[in-house]
């Protein structure tokens, strides 16, 4: 697949539906790469859904080493948690866009819950 900053702005046209939102404190590590940092984020929720580990209920955490950080190699980590507090499944296309306002909007990641549009009943960290 082939990103592109016009593919970017088109998945974080829509930031609206948040119910709650923190950004996480700390050292300060910013991607130095966005576009490889958006295609190991792409790779490893696309790879969760293919092998069909995303939980129905309860959390899912997606964790993948990229070198694109300064400083050198470093663990990236992000969470998607059911809490409609039904049984469902999320796709690829929605956890990515999750995922992606928790990374774009905070520099060190941080913790959203939506109930309401797309995202409704999901908290991605």
Sequence with gaps: ????????????????????????NGNRRVPANHGDTLATLLVAAGNAEAQGTYAST???????????????TTCLSF??????????????????EGLLREWVGCGNGGKSEYHDGSLHGWRFM
């Design 79 to 96: 969470g998607v948690e059911n809490v409609s507090g039904h049984y469902r499944d999320i796709t690829t296309a929605v956890a990515v």
């Design 1 to 24: 697949m082939k990103f592109t900053i016009l593919s970017a702005a088109t998945v974080l046209a829509g930031l609206l539906g948040t119910a709650s939102a923190r950004c996480f």
């Design 58 to 72: 309860g959390n899912y955490w997606l964790s993948t080493t990229i070198d694109n950080f300064a400083g050198g």
